[in-house]
């Protein structure tokens, strides 16, 4: 069956799928007429007559794996010894769901699993498995990581585990599989890359049974003395692992020379009837064939240790030309010079003029790459020569079978619908490269034809960048047969001289301004007129793949709806009734403001739902999740904000009440390190959250409001002790500085839901309150690194809508003209990023080969940013500044500039808010 995400805008969710029904009939022809089967899009399950209080909720359990091509032999001997043994089981759905339990990027803990079987008891257990035994004990088949094979079986494993599903879900609606203890407690059901026996639980077949019990057996790595592999090479460390084998670090112990080992499992990683050994051995051909050229890694040895084969070969010094053009971009740098972009745009061209050659020498011997993008290309930062690294996708045209390896966004739409890649897929696989040298991304392009015109316009009158560039990718991605010599004498020719750093542009048509934005706006609510589909269950609209509650306001329904409603002053009547009806259902979602019932109320309060809004909340404060996390966006903090947010609508004195016993908690969990405030533990490995809605900047806003509605210096102190927890992750990196979305990740942002505008955005506001002058010099410090106009996602929470409504915030409070200028550059971006559909406008998802309708990443929030811009008003991003002028003027805190400046805004908003009505 093909893919349904072939479709070629929106996102579907895999579950919708519907598996054919070749292993359904053949398993159905087996079994008696009193069992039944029942199949969904991954699995069937065989049901049997047996009264349900015989069926456990857990215990051993018994997996069967099967080599492709070899499952429906593997369905006869097992199906007719389970019905014997009156035992229950399931099996992959059909031939798709068996080749992804195969597949390379099946995770490790759930590969090869194509039979579950659920013995009643521990005697049917024993029983069924040796008679399995003796049916299965002569196939071959891949090892199952997560269990422990029975005797010398191949195919055969058992491990102890649920039956049923018993789930816990964190406030990020993360879920962990669990089992119950001797003492009736969940316990996480681990299912890792190894065997793991409960505590609890004993394995009764451990002294009798030939295990493996070397661990690194189970983690992918063969039982060898003293870790030497094929008598010569020392493994030192571990890369990466998937599940078609690892990658490690090793040493030649004759020549000292490090080394890398790439590492293939039997009869995993299925395609085209090819498995990882057979490409891995492929590989090694390929690259032996290409030693000398200087444009490969030297193959050194092909072996086999135990099951696994392995392939040792020369350590590319460098970096992937993805982390370099990463790293040296200067498109991203709003303070690059003229000579910095010179450089670097010359930089580039020899790149690709290097990338060109590759390719053609690669040609030359009758070899195709077929898998070229940035990651897969290293580049030495100093001399600027490229090696080709995985040869995995490659071929050689008439010796080696179909294959058809890709990266998404590096390859034209139709390769999905073929089993074969030919020259062509290499020429235009490196147009798209020299695309993303210069671009953020290069994954639009199948979603927006016009990307790279539109965007290299952009880049012409703001860099000055050659046109010869963009003319050498058109003809690469558009012409027949392209000649490679072609394009080095045209990238040769260019001329950078002319190139130059970005100038501001200050002359800003405010009724062209207004008028394009009108029409992006009213053709974003055309597109969701015409695609809202209310008898759909949940995702009525168009979504990404992050869409999880309907009545989520980041990814969900009632962000689009909460957007529509501010962009229009209404929203479809049937709409309205929908989400009322999911107010009444929606007691055990989660509490938090993006993701659950917090934010869930602020909508319907909003929205004119006063009622049910006030009962949502009284909802969200018996939710028993509610102090399981802290944060603004999915924790306690946002129930109190949402609650402060309806105190200053209504004016109930007991929202407010509610709100301080929020905060006293907050400041009851509160642990005190180096003068700043953490809800987390940072030596837990997932580290603790950073940012507006996961770390200490969105509770630090929390408490600040309060402080302006309550005027008690407990909040404010604690406040700014929450936000310095933040402020200590800030780090600057070649010119930029940034954020991690979690102090455990090194990489580093400048968004707004996850980066230095979120930050910034706290630190704004203590400064409208304060006057202190190190949180404005922290403003004006990271100035450079949220004015970007080319960024990766055209979105609020992570692209160039986010970071233009912060600018327009700075405008707004310090009444500084360049911040709404560089708001206004972040607005002329988003025409690159721009959807043009007969039915409307719309946005790209994250992943930007699919489109979304969403608040935090499509459509919605982009379009009530453009409308701020142009019509000024409120920070429409769930904020309560209102509390911050009030407090101002309460207190007559115009003594300073930047005071009488924040009250003359406040004025402004209103005057401005009325005209536009």
Request: proline fraction near 3%; glycine fraction near 6%.
């Amino acid at each position: 069956m093909r893919d349904l995400n072939a479709h070629p805008d929106f996102y579907i969710p895999f579950e919708w799928r519907k598996p054919n029904s070749e292993y359904f009939e053949f398993v159905s022809n087996i079994i008696p007429l009193t069992w039944r089967l029942k199949q969904d899009y991954f699995w069937t399950y065989a049901i049997s007559p047996v009264t349900t209080a015989e069926k456990p909720v857990q215990g051993w359990k018994i997996h069967i794996s099967s080599r492709w091509g070899n499952e429906y032999s593997t369905l006869e001997k097992v199906v007719p010894l389970c019905i014997a043994h009156q035992v229950e089981f399931k099996f992959a759905s059909d031939g798709r769901i068996l080749k992804t339990l195969l597949g390379k990027n099946c995770t490790r803990s759930a590969s090869g699993k194509f039979i579950t079987i659920y013995p009643a008891n521990k005697a049917s257990f024993n029983n069924l498995i040796e008679a399995l035994y003796q049916v299965l004990k002569d196939e071959e088949g891949p090892y199952i990581l997560s269990d422990r094979p029975y005797k010398d079986a191949s195919v055969l494993f058992y491990r102890y585990g649920g039956f049923k599903g018993f789930e816990q879900k964190d406030n990020f609606n993360r879920t962990t599989a669990c089992i119950i203890d001797n003492a009736f407690c969940y316990i996480e059901d681990k299912r890792d890359a190894c065997f793991v026996l409960p505590d609890f639980v004993s394995d009764d077949f451990i002294s009798t049974t030939e295990v493996l019990t070397d661990s690194r057996e189970a983690d992918n790595e063969p039982a060898v003395a003293e870790n030497i592999f094929n008598g010569r090479y020392d493994m030192k460390s571990v890369i990466k692992f998937s599940n078609a084998g690892g990658v490690y670090f090793a040493e030649d112990i004759h020549s000292g020379e490090e080394v890398i080992i790439k590492e293939a499992r039997p009869y995993v990683g299925v395609d085209s009837g090819v498995d990882c050994i057979v490409r891995l051995e492929k590989e090694y051909r390929i690259l032996s064939k290409l030693n000398g050229l200087d444009i490969a890694p030297k193959a050194y040895a092909y072996f086999r240790e135990w099951q696994h084969v392995y392939l040792a070969q020369e350590i590319v010094a460098g970096q992937t030309l993805r982390s370099y053009q990463v790293q040296q971009s200067k498109i991203v740098h709003a303070q690059a010079t003229d000579a910095e972009l010179q450089d670097w745009v010359r930089n580039t061209i020899t790149i690709a003029i290097n990338c060109i050659k590759a390719l053609q020498l690669l040609h030359s011997k009758q070899v195709i790459f077929g898998d070229l993008s940035l990651n897969n290309i290293m580049v030495d930062p100093e001399t600027l020569a490229i090696k080709l690294i995985d040869f995995e996708g490659a071929c050689e045209p008439g010796v080696d079978k179909d294959v058809n390896f890709y990266t998404p966004g590096f390859a034209k739409a139709e390769r999905l619908a073929r089993d074969c890649v030919d020259y062509c897929d290499d020429y235009h696989a490196l147009g798209y490269v020299l695309v993303a040298m210069v671009m953020p991304s290069s994954t639009m392009l199948n979603l927006k034809a016009d990307y790279a015109d539109v965007f290299f316009r952009e880049l012409q009158l703001d860099f000055g960048l050659p046109a010869a560039y963009l003319e050498c990718i058109n003809y690469l991605l558009h012409d027949p047969a392209p000649e490679l010599a072609n394009c080095i004498v045209m990238l040769q020719a260019l001329d950078v001289s002319q190139v130059h750093g970005l100038i501001l542009n200050t002359n800003i048509d405010s009724c062209q301004l207004q008028h394009d934005s009108r029409q992006l706006i009213d053709g974003v609510l055309r597109y969701n007129t015409h695609h809202l589909q209310l008898e759909r269950h949940e995702r009525v609209l168009p979504f990404g793949p992050e869409f999880q509650q309907a009545i989520a306001v980041d990814h969900g329904v009632a962000g689009v709806a909460y957007a529509w409603f501010r962009l229009a002053g209404q929203i479809p009547p049937e709409l309205q009734g929908w989400l009322e009806r999911k107010a009444a259902l929606c007691g055990d979602a989660l509490p938090g403001l993006l993701n659950g019932t917090a934010g869930f109320a602020w909508v319907l309060q909003e929205l004119g739902s006063d009622t049910l809004a006030s009962r949502v909340l009284q909802q969200t404060e018996m939710n028993r999740q509610l102090y399981s996390n802290m944060s603004l966006g999915y924790g306690a903090a946002g129930y109190g904000y949402a609650l402060l947010h309806r105190w200053q609508k209504t004016g109930q004195a007991d929202d407010l009440a509610r709100a301080k016993k929020i905060a006293a908690v907050l400041l009851l969990q509160a642990v005190e390190r180096e003068g700043a405030l953490y809800w987390e533990d940072g030596e837990q490995p997932a580290g603790v959250g950073v940012g507006l809605w996961e770390g200490g900047s969105g509770i630090a806003l929390f408490l600040l409001y309060l402080y302006c509605a309550t005027q008690d210096t407990q909040y404010l102190n604690a406040g700014q002790k929450a936000l310095q927890a933040d402020l200590t992750f800030g780090k600057d990196t070649n010119g930029s500085f940034g954020f991690p979305k979690r102090s455990n990740i090194s990489i580093l942002y400048p968004y707004l839901g996850y980066g230095t505008a979120g930050v910034a955005s706290v630190v704004l506001r203590y400064y409208a309150v304060t006057a202190d002058s190190q949180y404005l010099d922290f403003i004006h410090a990271v100035k450079s690194s949220v004015a970007s106009k080319y960024t990766i996602n055209s979105g609020l929470f992570s692209g160039v809508s986010g970071l233009g409504n912060y600018l327009l915030d700075v405008y707004d409070f310090l009444q500084d003209q360049s911040y709404y200028h560089l708001a206004c550059q972040a607005a002329a971006a988003l025409k690159t990023f721009v959807v043009q559909r007969e039915e409307g406008i719309c946005f790209p998802a994250n992943n930007r080969t699919k489109v979304n309708t969403d608040y935090a990443d499509g459509s919605a929030g982009t379009a009530l940013f453009l409308q701020r811009l142009a019509q000024g008003g409120e920070n429409f991003n769930f904020m309560s500044d209102q509390l911050i002028w009030d407090y101002l003027a309460q207190h007559s805190l115009a003594k300073t500039k930047s005071y009488a400046k924040a009250s003359q805004v406040a004025v402004r908003q209103a005057v401005r808010s009325d005209s536009f009505a």
